[in-house]
């Protein structure tokens, strides 16, 4: 009798979290798409759906329109030059490459934060304004560094005729000239940091040759020359120190 009782008592145990949890009511999520009567709530829409798409690119526009992309390429370069496969790793070159973009930035972000930012925080100027105002540093610094003959290429693809003034270029025609004019002045340093650790490597192939140790790859001997070579003419502060300087 005693055996029965622990039985049911065991099972009352077991069921009654179980009795709890269906006595508790469940939180219903519904995603739908209903007619609406005011135009003012599919503006709204439109406007969330305009601001997700913006922050969904930001990583392309961080990367196009600033001075990331020149950056990113020389490290590369450098590191293929060198010969030593991955190392800085990628995490590493893109986090240096971030820093120093945060650094060249800096007063294009001031200016944004002082002339666009804080007047719209104060209401002291709309959001048409602010977005105005806050796209002039940008405009400004793009172009800065845009060739002249880049710009012409999309100002004659877009077939707008002749601009008199930079300050009627759109920025559908500025960014894309701004991003072959890095992609270019990227691919100068790089070929010039080739150049030397091109040599390095001849000299190491054409000992190695007179030596008759034919099967013996050159990179592998070549290598850590070429690492105390960038070592000894502190090569990382030289290439930032110019990469900072080529956009002040």
């Known amino acids: 009798?005693?055996?029965?009782?622990?039985?049911?008592?065991?099972?009352?145990?077991?069921?009654?979290?179980?009795?709890?949890?269906?006595?508790?009511?469940?939180?219903?999520?519904?995603?739908?798409?209903?007619?609406?009567?005011?135009?003012?709530?599919?503006?709204?829409?439109?406007?969330?759906?305009?601001?997700?798409t913006i922050l969904a690119l930001a990583p392309s526009i961080l990367i196009m329109m600033t001075s990331f992309t020149r950056i990113i390429i020389v490290f590369h370069f450098l590191r293929a030059a060198l010969?030593?496969?991955?190392?800085?790793?990628?995490?590493?070159?893109?986090?240096?490459?971030?820093?120093?973009?945060?650094?060249?930035?800096?007063?294009?972000?001031?200016?944004?934060?002082?002339e666009a930012l804080q007047p719209y925080l104060g209401e002291t100027i709309s959001q048409d304004e602010a977005i105005e105002k806050a796209g002039?540093?940008?405009?400004?610094?793009?172009l800065n560094q845009t060739r002249e003959n880049d710009l012409q290429l999309f100002i004659d693809?877009?077939?707008?005729?002749?601009?008199?003034t930079r300050e009627d270029l759109t920025l559908s025609t500025i960014i894309p000239a701004f991003i072959i004019s890095e992609l270019k002045t990227a691919f100068q340093i790089g070929f010039l940091l080739y150049l030397p650790m091109l040599l390095l490597d001849m000299?190491?192939?054409?000992?190695?040759?007179?030596?008759?140790?034919?099967?013996?790859?050159?990179?592998?001997?070549?290598?850590?020359?070429?690492?105390?070579?960038?070592?000894?003419?502190?090569?990382?502060?030289?290439?930032?120190?110019?990469?900072?300087?080529?956009?002040?």
């Open 1 to 52: 009798m005693n055996r029965k009782i622990h039985i049911i008592m065991l099972v009352v145990l077991i069921l009654l979290p179980v009795m709890t949890v269906a006595q508790t009511p469940f939180p219903k999520i519904s995603l739908g798409v209903e007619e609406s009567e005011n135009p003012s709530d599919f503006i709204l829409t439109i406007q969330i759906l305009a601001l997700m």
């Open 83 to 114: 010969a030593t496969q991955s190392v800085p790793s990628n995490q590493i070159l893109v986090g240096l490459a971030l820093f120093m973009t945060l650094f060249i930035m800096k007063p294009v972000l001031s200016q944004i934060n002082e």
């Open 136 to 142: 002039l540093p940008i405009r400004q610094f793009m």
């Open 157 to 164: 693809l877009k077939g707008d005729g002749e601009v008199k």
């Open 203 to 248: 000299v190491v192939a054409s000992v190695l040759l007179s030596m008759g140790m034919m099967m013996l790859p050159p990179v592998m001997i070549s290598m850590p020359f070429k690492i105390l070579l960038f070592v000894l003419v502190d090569g990382w502060n030289l290439i930032v120190k110019s990469l900072v300087e080529g956009f002040v």
